[in-house]
């Protein structure tokens, strides 16, 4: 079976919506998914396959299979193929904008805010510091 034989049985709907439909949806994730790009996957998975069924469980399983080869943040790099799959091209960049944004946006205010608090050399930084040190290892 040839790879479009396949993906017309799998079920999965290409570019069904529109560039804005994935920026609100990947906004929503943006803003709402915590944790690592693994933790991410699973809200993708919720969001993209439960939910919205934008993809089939097969696809999505082999969309995180080959992201896990790529340079670079998995999860990114499924919510950017998802944006494509579901809007083109522009639902790439929209996926990309809305989940990356908001954590941008909010690390610019954190060190806005750092630095009206007295800067680096802030002792609860230092706490922060140690304790993040001791997660890691």
Not at 8 to 32: D, M
């Amino acid at each position: 079976m040839d790879a479009t034989t396949a993906y017309a049985n799998s079920g999965a709907q290409p570019h069904l919506g529109s560039a804005l439909e994935v920026l609100s949806v990947s906004t929503r994730l943006g803003l709402t998914s915590f944790g690592g790009p693994i933790a991410h996957l699973g809200y993708f998975h919720a969001e993209y396959v439960a939910r919205r069924r934008w993809l089939d469980e097969q696809t999505y399983a082999d969309l995180v299979a080959l992201c896990q080869f790529l340079p670079g943040p998995a999860s990114s790099q499924v919510g950017i193929a998802v944006g494509i799959f579901r809007a083109g091209l522009l639902g790439g960049l929209a996926a990309w904008l809305g989940f990356t944004l908001p954590s941008a946006l909010a690390l610019v205010a954190f060190a806005y805010g750092l630095q009206a608090l007295g800067g680096t050399d802030a002792g609860w930084l230092h706490g922060l510091k140690v304790v993040a040190v001791a997660v890691v290892a």
